[in-house]
């Protein structure tokens, strides 16, 4: 369980007004984004499976606050606050939610498969921990082309459990891959709690047998995921190999859209939303420190309001993909565009 | 502004629900997140929390309520000072209708495939009946090993991006002696030792594709790519699909597929039928060393991912190959290994050397086989298959794997669709048998395809 986070309400001092704010803009646009993508999925417009992001957005904001151009990252099914935080349209997501022609795999991707070339945006994998080897080889990549860049591989606790991690870590230890692992234990796995699926104390504290360091990180806090993102960061890009960190964090909505959530009380949820709410923490740091105004939290809100219903109504109008696009992009010609071997 | 709350759909297969209980009522005060009803949808009853804030106007539909289809308006959300009446119907808002589109163009990747639809007529394409090299080219004898083993030099020479990885391909030299001499030559870059760990390494090999590089993974055997299955297929096959075109995978897979001899059933299995069936991939069985040679660079060049079967039991065995400095062969392209008028004898991998000894002894009956070299298994030839049964006008399949679901029978299929008028006769799958493989050598050998049966097997269909 995570330890006893300090009062996130005291702003560190090295942290400015322009930071806290750009921090709490990404992490409301993850909610807003959510909790529109979940209205939508009630009115039937967006189909199949929509594992929603709320309650966790501190985890990806807080860690591509210490990402630089050209670092990638890679993540479950889970995945429209990533995309969101790394400066993918909310349109494009949004459509691609509904199944249209304007999302970022044209409407044949979903929910869980998108990606961006331009972002680093590896995925979008509906395979649990999958996306771990895979974010690994995407370090093996930039390691063996020589340069500097760190891939963030984020996985649940649920995946934590599978044995490919272990081989990954294994290997991404033994090469010296730059390769932070991003373990979002928001404490279930769909219904199962980590209680009920491990007796090890900790996740991060499997990396020890193979000899890679780690921490457990308040995940509720930015502040504190930035600060250890920090680290493993400048661990990865000084050639030390990979960094675990395990962010405690929590889900408030159910695994995905038809999970009823029973296998937890309402308080449980209830008291993590009043008490911990990643977002609240900022938005109170912004006014205990005369950061900002009410009238401009105000403001902001209302912008990120309107990119959300912007994005939704791109979304809806967007036209489906046309019926030739079943049978495209099934073989490439050519090596997509930005590929290493066409820039070498 | 008023607005309705509408009966919402809260699974991939809900359509309708039942409003089991309202947990506000008429003119509570609700916030986001606040839970208002509890909904029984086909899985389980749910908990449904509001949007928007507001003001419960109206309920429209009492608690208790059955049947109520997705969508339905079943209460209005006011403001402050606002009546229900103020409602803005907004019930429009529905996926559009199917969008209508006659067209059905060809798109540039499925030439010649089937299954565009069940009716539809398939165009088998005119074959590519080219040699591979130049007439009069020189020609060195080499073995399958080291074919393949100069393919890989030679495409690691010229592009800085392909590297080896797998099990004992570097230190060790090879666990059957393809990659000897490799690290040597290009250093452990380029030649990468991995762990035991297959879906590791093949994730691994997956992910640096993804961003670019070309790796060629070794499995010990195919036997063992079974662990790593799930990146073959839903990472490196699936992922240009589902990312829209943006995320090409350029990588092959390679290692030697099928029965080696007296290693029993876990280590004895022919995989082709398995990968040919994966859209996404491309499948390569070579028999000959040139074929492997070739073959091998087009799949190191391929911006896909490639599954490159090869035979334990033919890397020792010696071809000619074209000495040329840089021979490759394209995808798609069958090899005719024998002319003849009687029977169509298709086959691929080791099940040529079985259709090969086959036409020999048939030849000394008078019969005369013309014998196909499929080579690649995705995309297969079907214009030379096609245009030599409607020569012969019958068809026998050589192969190795097991008898259900294989290649033969999907060009049995594919031949009745397409050339029904030219059979005179049933077309014939000679297959590995529906066992699991035996370690007696006697067992063994039975369980194997012979060229005694395939020799039967073209008696029946010529009736002689």
Redesign the interface.
């Known amino acids: 369980m995570a330890r006893k986070p300090s009062s996130a309400k005291d702003a560190p001092a090295n942290v400015s007004k322009d930071e806290l704010l750009k921090y709490y803009r990404d992490m409301l646009l993850i909610r807003r984004f959510e909790e529109k993508a979940g209205q939508l999925y009630g009115m039937g417009l967006i189909g199949g499976f929509c594992h929603l992001y709320i309650g966790q957005e501190a985890v990806v904001v807080g860690l591509e606050a210490c990402a630089k151009e050209g670092d990638k990252r890679i993540t479950s099914y889970r995945d429209h606050g990533h995309m969101l935080a790394c400066g993918m349209e909310a349109r494009g997501v949004m459509a691609e939610l509904t199944g249209r022609e304007g999302g970022y795999s044209k409407g044949k991707g979903g929910s869980m498969h998108m990606f961006s070339r331009e972002k680093h945006f590896y995925g979008g994998h509906g395979i649990v921990a999958a996306q771990v080897p895979l974010g690994a080889g995407l370090a093996f990549a930039d390691k063996y082309l020589g340069n500097d860049n760190v891939t963030f591989t984020y996985f649940g606790d649920g995946a934590a459990n599978q044995g490919q991690v272990y081989e990954t870590y294994n290997m991404a230890e033994l090469w010296d891959l730059p390769v932070v692992f991003v373990i979002e234990n928001n404490q279930y796995a769909m219904g199962t709690s980590v209680k009920r699926s491990t007796k090890s104390v900790s996740l991060f504290g499997r990396g020890e047998a193979f000899g890679i360091p780690g921490e457990q990180v308040d995940g509720m806090d930015v502040l504190a995921v930035k600060a250890a993102g920090e680290k493993a960061v400048a661990h990865c890009r000084a050639g030390k190999g990979p960094y675990i960190l395990e962010v405690m964090t929590y889900r408030y909505r159910g695994h995905s859209m038809s999970d009823p959530a029973k296998y937890r009380t309402r308080d449980e949820v209830q008291k993590m939303r009043d008490e911990r709410d990643p977002i609240e923490n900022v938005r109170e740091m912004l006014l205990t420190g005369n950061h900002a105004s009410e009238d401009e939290l105000k403001a902001l809100d209302k912008e990120i309001k309107d990119i959300v219903n912007d994005s939704a109504e791109f979304a809806k109008e967007s036209p489906e993909p046309a019926l030739e696009e079943l049978w495209t992009d099934i073989y490439a010609e050519n090596l997509p565009q930005g590929s290493a071997t066409e820039n070498a | 502004m008023a607005t309705e709350i509408?009966m919402?759909?809260?699974?991939?297969t809900?359509e309708e629900g039942t409003l089991a209980k309202w947990l506000k009522k008429e003119g509570d005060a609700v916030k986001?997140?606040d839970i208002i009803a509890e909904i029984e949808?086909d899985?389980?009853?749910?908990?449904f929390?509001a949007?928007d804030e507001g003001i419960l106007g109206k309920i429209l539909i009492e608690e208790g309520t059955q049947g109520v289809a997705?969508?339905t308006p079943i209460a209005v959300l006011v403001e402050e000072g606002e009546s229900a009446d103020d409602v803005k119907t907004e019930t429009a808002?529905?996926?559009?209708a199917?969008?209508a589109?006659p067209?059905?163009?060809?798109?540039?990747?499925?030439k010649g495939q089937p299954g565009?639809s069940a009716v539809e007529a398939v165009k088998t394409p005119e074959p590519d009946r080219s040699p591979d090299y130049p007439e009069g080219t020189k020609m060195k004898t080499m073995t399958v090993r080291e074919a393949l083993r100069e393919a890989m030099a030679e495409e690691m020479e010229r592009?800085?991006?392909v590297?080896l990885m797998g099990e004992e391909v570097g230190e060790y030299q090879g666990a059957y002696k393809i990659s000897q001499g490799l690290l040597d030559k290009f250093g452990p870059?380029r030649v990468?030792d991995?762990?035991i760990?297959e879906?590791?390494?093949?994730?691994?090999?997956?992910?640096?594709?993804?961003?670019?590089?070309?790796p060629i993974v070794e499995f010990m055997t195919f036997n063992f790519a079974m662990q790593a299955i799930?990146?073959i297929i839903?990472?490196a096959a699936k992922?240009?699909?589902?990312?829209?075109?943006?995320?090409?995978c350029?990588i092959v897979f390679r290692g030697p597929n099928g029965a080696a001899a007296r290693v029993g059933a876990q280590h004895s299995q022919d995989y082709a039928a398995w990968y040919a069936a994966i859209?996404?991939l491309?499948v390569v069985m070579p028999y000959t060393a040139a074929d492997a040679k070739g073959l091998m660079k087009t799949a190191i060049r391929d911006?896909?991912p490639v599954i490159f079967l090869e035979n334990e039991i033919l890397y020792g065995r010696s071809f000619e190959v074209p000495d040329l400095p840089d021979f490759t062969i394209p995808f798609g392209k069958a090899a005719i290994a024998r002319k003849g008028s009687d029977v169509t004898i298709v086959s691929f991998g080791i099940g040529m050397a079985h259709a090969l000894e086959a036409a020999s002894k048939l030849a000394e009956d008078g019969i005369e086989a013309e014998v196909i070299d499929l080579r690649t298994l995705r995309p297969i030839d079907y214009g030379t298959v096609i245009e030599s049964v409607k020569k012969t006008n019958r068809c026998i399949t050589v192969e190795e794997g097991f008898p259900v679901g294989a290649i033969g029978n999907h060009l049995s299929a594919y031949i009745m669709e397409n050339a029904f008028d030219y059979l005179d006769a049933p077309v014939i799958n000679c297959t590995g048998k529906d066992v699991p493989m035996p370690y007696a050598a006697n067992l063994e050998k039975h369980a194997l395809i012979t060229a005694a049966e395939v020799v039967e097997a073209a008696r029946k269909v010529t009736y002689r």
Do not use: C, W
């Not at chain 2, 808002?93 to 559009?96: Q, S, T």
């Not at chain 2, 992922?239 to 090409?248: A, F, N, V």
């Open positions: 509408l919402p759909a809260l699974s991939p809900m986001s997140g949808t899985k389980a009853t749910m908990e929390e949007v997705v969508n808002e529905k996926a559009p199917q969008v589109s067209s059905t163009k060809e798109g540039p990747d499925d565009k592009d800085e991006t590297f870059r990468v991995t762990p760990s879906i590791g390494f093949a994730g691994i090999g997956t992910g640096a594709a993804l961003a670019g590089l070309r799930d990146h839903n990472s992922t240009l699909y589902m990312s829209g075109g943006q995320m090409g350029p859209p996404g491309k911006a896909n």
